[in-house]
């Protein structure tokens, strides 16, 4: 992982915003698949793609005047997004509530929850299928309230980056904090007017050993068949508690069936 250049944080305003890029570890380093935006604002946290479509978000919302009870998590869609990059020639295709789908979230310490994991597949830095997974620019630049990491470390072949995203009350909270500190995987923490804080870890995880869930993502590429970038996301198949989100190649022509 790559982080920005450390600021005198006396000297510039918060940290409101993260950007989290995937890209190959030469020196031509192209955004491959989306780049990721995680945002506090308000009582909330938002997560969602910044790519050429742009139409899902996954939401944390603190207590509020309007709901003072407690927390919520859900992934939503934009239906007008999600109409208008269908008629752009897009492929968008989910089966959300209009009201989004809710995520209960991990616990795994005391009033700290694992709500999602994003993940890229090594397939895209596949020399084969690199142009397919190009990110094409401009990207948001950063400023003193926008921080920014690039994933760029060598990976074999069937790892996967994963950032995993923990929402918490009173301090922040890193899973196995000795060793994300170590290994200088740690962003954030984004802290929201409600008193909650948002961290991310970053991972290299093998996929055989930390599969997606099943069915989720389609397969590669036949040989004659053309290369085409996809975001897939779904709860977790266990639990139910994450969500995930998986930057992945497939074929043009499954997508072209599937519409």
Same mark, same amino acid.
Not at 35 to 56: L, Q, S
Not at 224 to 229: F, H, I, M
């Given at each position: ?37 995680i945002t506090a604002k308000g009582?909330?946290?938002? !997560?969602?793609?910044?790519? @050429?479509? /742009?139409? %899902? ?7 509020? =005047?309007?709901?003072? +009870? $407690? ?10 997004? !999600?109409?208008?990059?269908? @008629?752009? /020639?897009? %492929? ?7 009201? =989004?789908?809710?995520? +209960? $979230? ?154």
């Amino acid at each position: 992982m790559e982080q920005g250049k450390p600021m005198n944080r006396s000297l510039v305003t918060p940290t409101r915003e993260i950007l989290l890029a995937f890209s190959d570890s030469g020196s031509d380093r192209p955004v491959l698949g989306n780049m990721w935006r995680i945002t506090a604002k308000g009582t909330d946290f938002y !997560v969602d793609p910044i790519g @050429e479509v /742009g139409v %899902f978000h996954l939401s944390v919302h603190g207590p509020n =005047g309007e709901h003072p +009870d $407690g927390h919520r998590f859900h992934v939503k869609a934009d239906r007008r997004g !999600v109409a208008q990059a269908n @008629e752009s /020639g897009y %492929f968008v295709s989910h089966a959300l509530p209009r009201h =989004g789908y809710p995520i +209960d $979230g991990e616990e795994i310490a005391e009033k700290a929850w694992r709500v999602a994991r994003i993940r890229w597949r090594w397939d895209l830095r596949r020399p084969r299928y690199r142009d397919a997974a190009r990110l094409p620019g401009p990207f948001p630049e950063i400023t003193e309230s926008r921080s920014g990491a690039r994933f760029a470390k060598a990976m074999e072949p069937n790892d996967a980056a994963d950032v995993d995203l923990v929402i918490s009350y009173n301090r922040p909270y890193w899973p196995n904090e000795g060793n994300s500190l170590r290994n200088d995987a740690r962003l954030g923490p984004l802290r929201n007017a409600a008193g909650m804080y948002l961290t991310a870890t970053s991972y290299r995880r093998s996929q055989m050993k930390h599969p997606a869930p099943e069915n989720l993502i389609p397969r590669l590429p036949r040989p004659d068949e053309e290369p085409n970038r996809i975001l897939c996301a779904a709860p977790d198949g266990a639990k139910g508690n994450m969500y995930w989100f998986v930057e992945a190649i497939t074929a043009r022509e499954i997508i072209e069936a599937s519409r």
